[in-house]
């Protein structure tokens, strides 16, 4: 079994940075490739960004490239999203999934079933 926790979450104002963290711990922590989601009231949990277990690849959403950045700290079993240029559309619960496949594509990894791991997220607010 596999255990994923989000941390970092916060209040912005518009124009700022937050980095979140996502560790996954359990058996097979250290080979899991992991993708982050955001879900905001009343909508469909959106893709943000992925990255393989090994760092070498990593995929974002339109809405998102340029201003977030994965990356991976496979020593800490840790993933981290770099957020800047926070804009009120921006807020929302982010979370972490965690997947042991590793033959993968654009289009799969933007999918929530995807992920076989999730935790619980982390709330972003981001005020105007």
């Known amino acids: 079994q596999v255990h994923v926790v989000e941390s970092g979450g916060g209040l912005v104002q518009a124009g700022g940075s937050l980095r979140l963290s996502c560790i996954a711990s359990?058996?097979?922590?250290?080979?899991?490739?992991m993708g982050w989601f955001r879900q905001a009231p009343g909508k469909e949990r959106e893709f943000l960004a992925y990255?393989?277990?090994?760092?070498?690849?990593?995929y974002y959403a339109d809405s998102v490239k340029g201003r977030f950045t994965i990356f991976r700290e496979n020593a800490k079993n840790t993933v981290s999203l770099q957020m800047v240029s926070l804009k009120p559309e921006d807020t929302a619960v982010y979370l972490c999934?965690?997947?042991?496949?590793?033959?993968?594509?654009?289009?799969?990894?933007?999918?929530?079933?995807?992920?076989?791991?999730w935790g619980q997220g982390t709330q972003v607010a981001v005020s105007s």
């Open positions: 359990g058996r097979t922590s250290g080979s899991l490739a």
């Open positions: 999934g965690a997947t042991p496949r590793a033959q993968h594509t654009r289009v799969t990894v933007s999918t929530i079933s995807w992920y076989d791991y």
């Open positions: 990255i393989t277990w090994n760092g070498r690849s990593t």
